[in-house]
C-alpha cells in the first residue's frame, strides 16, 4: 500500500480562524513532510519531521504549526492565515527517516486551502 | 546550494509519438538521486522514474526512460509511445541527502490526440 492520505480535500477559512490539515500514511516511513504549492509552480517544503521529531523547519511563519502525534500521522495547525496562505499543501512520506538520501517521497493528494 | 532547471515550461507530443523533457541540475555532490513526479490535473504527485547517482545504467520503467549524464549534469525524461493519460506536469526534482528534495519550475506536457 503506497498511499498517503490527507484530510480535507478542500478548506476555506477566514483570518481569525484555527483549523489543522491531517495527513496519514501506514508504509511505516519514518520520514514526513509538509509541502506549499502555489499553482503551476513546484512544491515548497516547510517542514520535515523524522522518527517523530521535527527535523527541518524552512523558516515557515509560526502561524503554522506542525504535529506528529505517531509515526503515521502528521497535522498541520493553522491560524490567523493571511490570503497569501492560499495555495495547495501536500503531504509526502518516505522510508529511512535519517539521512534520507535517494529516499523516494510519495505524495497525498492534497489539501486545497482557500484564505479569505 | 543545489539547483535543478527545466528550461521548456510546455511542450506538446502527438499521441503514440516520442517526446524528451530536458533537466539539468547543479551540485558539488558525487553522492544522490535524481527523480521525475508526475503531477496530472488531479494534482496528485506520482514518482515515474529515479536515478542512482553511482549507477551508469539508465533507468527505464516501461515506456519511461531517463538519459543520464553526470559529467555534464543533465537528466532527460523520455517517454515513448506517449498516452493521453501521460498529460501532465512533470518536475525533475534532486535529492542530495537529508531529506531535502529540490525540485525543478516543471515542465507542462500537453499529449495531443
Known amino acids: 500500500d503506497t498511499e498517503v492520505t490527507q484530510t480535507p480535500k478542500h478548506l476555506v477559512m477566514g483570518m481569525t480562524n484555527k483549523k489543522s490539515l491531517k495527513c496519514e500514511q501506514h508504509m511505516g516511513h519514518r520520514a514526513m513532510y509538509w509541502y506549499k504549492q502555489k499553482a503551476k509552480k513546484p512544491p515548497e517544503l516547510m517542514f520535515v519531521y523524522s522518527y517523530e521529531k521535527l527535523s527541518i523547519n524552512e523558516s515557515v511563519p509560526s502561524r503554522f504549526s506542525p504535529e506528529c502525534p505517531n509515526s503515521s500521522l502528521l497535522n498541520l495547525h493553522l491560524h490567523a492565515l493571511q490570503p497569501e496562505d492560499s495555495a495547495l499543501y501536500l503531504c509526502?512520506?518516505?522510508?529511512?527517516?535519517?539521512?534520507?538520501?535517494?529516499?523516494?517521497?510519495?505524495f497525498g493528494p492534497g489539501t486545497r486551502l482557500t484564505v479569505l | 546550494a543545489q539547483t535543478v532547471t527545466q528550461s521548456q515550461p510546455e511542450m506538446s507530443v502527438q499521441e503514440a509519438e516520442t517526446v524528451t523533457l530536458s533537466c539539468t541540475y547543479d551540485t558539488s555532490e558525487s553522492d544522490y538521486y535524481l527523480f521525475w513526479y508526475k503531477q496530472p490535473p488531479s494534482r496528485q504527485m506520482i514518482l515515474v522514474i529515479r536515478?542512482?547517482?553511482?549507477?551508469?545504467q539508465n533507468a527505464t520503467e516501461n515506456r519511461f526512460s531517463v538519459n543520464f549524464q553526470k559529467a555534464a549534469k543533465s537528466f532527460s525524461l523520455k517517454i515513448s509511445d506517449s498516452q493521453l493519460g501521460d498529460a501532465a506536469m512533470y518536475f525533475c526534482?534532486?535529492?542530495?541527502?537529508?531529506?531535502?528534495?529540490?525540485f525543478g519550475t516543471g515542465t507542462k506536457l500537453q499529449v495531443i490526440p
Open positions: 526534482a534532486y535529492s542530495g541527502g537529508y531529506q531535502k528534495v529540490t
Open positions: 509526502a512520506s518516505s522510508q529511512e527517516g535519517l539521512r534520507g538520501l535517494g529516499d523516494t517521497q510519495y
Open positions: 536515478q542512482e547517482a553511482y549507477k551508469q
